[in-house]
């Protein structure tokens, strides 16, 4: 499978933790994306990173939050000290040098 | 106004039927559009580009009005399968993509 990956799927958390979730994208893609998705929304922005810079963060991007993307391959997103309203489905997306995006199939977090 | 606006629906039609979506974006300057389809719990996949006035793919037919500021989607022949939620889609400066709330698309038997 040549798509975006996403790992872990699903994350059940208690508020006050730390998670790191990661996105392997398009091998051949060199823009990433991360999106927030709540019930009933479209995704949100969240941020952006072409190579392994990072050139664009979303107001919605709290402190708490941290995306990094090391060596312009893969990205992990950080989320410190969760809160319950960080509950959501976490998207990554990649494309070339199109506005097509590519998505993967998102962590579900849960924070309890 | 909202930067992508839908009817979240939903839709629910025969099986067979003609269905059609509209979405108003407000960003007069966006050159590019897109509709994304997604299905229950499951990431969204891009269905259709619309770069000038519109484009057709089997069923599917995008138009585009910049006049208006609004892009349809039309589906022909609904199949079951059809059922899902369809995102407008507005890239928005730097590639950032601003999505429609979605609209639902219920097919039936």
């Known amino acids: 499978d040549t798509g975006v990956s996403q790992d872990p799927r699903h994350k059940i958390t208690k508020r006050g933790q730390n998670v790191t979730f990661r996105c392997d994208p398009i091998?051949?893609?060199?823009?990433l994306y991360w999106y927030r998705q709540t019930l009933g929304q479209g995704p949100e922005f969240l941020t952006y990173?072409?190579?392994?810079?990072?050139?664009?963060k979303s107001r919605l991007l709290s402190d708490r939050f941290s995306a990094e993307r090391p060596k312009g391959s893969f990205s992990t997103l950080e989320i410190q000290r969760t809160e319950q309203g960080d509950s959501a489905m976490y998207l990554c997306?990649?494309?070339?040098?199109?506005?097509?995006?590519?998505f993967g199939p998102g962590t579900r977090l849960t924070v309890t | 106004r909202k930067e992508v606006e839908q009817d979240p629906g939903p839709f629910n039609v025969p099986e067979g039927a003609t269905v059609a979506f509209n979405c108003t974006y407000s960003n007069s300057a966006s050159q590019s559009f897109f509709w994304y389809r997604q299905d229950c719990r499951k990431e969204p996949k891009l269905l259709m580009s619309?770069?000038?006035s519109g484009n057709e793919d089997g069923r599917f037919t995008a138009q585009l009005n910049r006049a208006s500021q609004y892009i349809s989607l039309l589906i022909r022949d609904s199949k079951l399968s059809d059922s899902a939620t369809y995102l407008c889609v507005v890239p928005r400066g730097g590639n950032k993509l601003t999505f429609g709330t979605g609209t639902q698309l219920k097919v039936e038997l």
């Open positions: 997306a990649s494309s070339s040098s199109s506005y097509e995006q590519y």
């Open positions: 990173f072409q190579n392994e810079a990072q050139l664009e």
């Open positions: 091998s051949e893609h060199n823009r």
């Open positions: 619309v770069y000038s």
